[in-house]
T-cell receptor, first 118, second 112 residues
Framework: GAVVSQHPSWVICKSGTSVKIECRSL??????MFWYRQFPKQSLMLMAT?????????EQGVEKDKFLINHASLTLSTLTVTSAHPEDSSFYIC??????????????FGDGTRLSIL | GENVGLHLPTLSVQEGDNSIINCAYS??????FIWYKQESGKGPQFIID?????DKRQGQRVTVLLNKTVKHLSLQIAATQPGDSAVYFC???????????FGSGTRLSIRP
């Protein structure tokens, strides 16, 4: 149980392109999903908290107009990197918590999206 | 700001020996802690968790110890195997914010 699917697993695109990444909870519902970014040999940095049916909450220093988050249902959140540039190249990872299991539960992570901007 | 950190960035262990990975946290409001394992090119995988009202929890081959007095967390892996090679992260739940913040990670390598 508690499977989180992320798509695509990798993408290469030209500078200036917008890229959408999907995060789905396959066997549970999640009112909240989280988006992280990870640079090589570094830890995961929380970018934003995605709330179903409402606006995302962004961490300090993360541009909300650059990283658009939509959480349209209890099983799907999307992250769109708008007008991507080489410095946006990174490993983007989403996670979700199982709504039905109460507080203080671990987040379950997708396998990440490797984004490379040329 | 407050964050979760680690004492050792890398750890090399002989196969079959026990591994101990340490983590220091500074947020006294954190009430829940998790250890994750991340293999190359994949997302973090849950290993074990512990709530702040406990000081020890055991799983299969793994034990987490929590010392709130010195704000220290450790992960013990018994009889380390080649498949344990990965980067290990401790993470803390930021109380009412319910968001999980990761430490800097330790790479565990296994010597045959």
């Amino acid at each position: 149980g508690a499977v989180v699917s992320q798509h695509p697993s990798w993408v290469i695109c030209k500078s200036g392109t917008s890229v959408k990444i999907e995060c789905r909870s396959l066997d549970f519902q999640a009112t909240t999903m989280f988006w992280y970014r990870q640079f090589p040999k570094q830890s995961l940095m929380l970018m934003a908290t995605s709330n179903e049916g409402s606006k995302a909450t962004y961490e300090q220093g993360v541009e909300k107009d650059k990283f658009l988050i939509n959480h349209a249902s209890l099983t799907l959140s999307t992250l769109t990197v708008t007008s991507a540039h080489p410095e946006d190249s990174s490993f983007y990872i989403c996670s979700a918590r199982d709504l039905g299991r109460g507080p203080n539960q671990p987040q379950h992570f997708g396998d990440g999206t490797r984004l490379s901007i040329l | 700001g407050e964050n979760v950190g680690l004492h050792l960035p890398t750890l090399s262990v002989q196969e079959g020996d026990n591994s101990i990975i340490n983590c220091a946290y500074s947020n006294s409001a954190s009430d829940y802690f998790i250890w994750y394992k991340q293999e190359s090119g994949k997302g973090p995988q849950f290993i074990i968790d512990i709530r702040s009202n406990m000081d020890k929890r055991q799983g299969q081959r793994v034990t987490v110890l929590l010392n709130k007095t010195v704000k220290h967390l450790s992960l013990q892996i018994a009889a380390t195997q080649p498949g344990d090679s990965a980067v290990y992260f401790c993470a803390e739940n930021m109380g009412s914010a319910s968001k999980i913040i990761f430490g800097s990670g330790t790479r565990l390598s296994i010597r045959p």
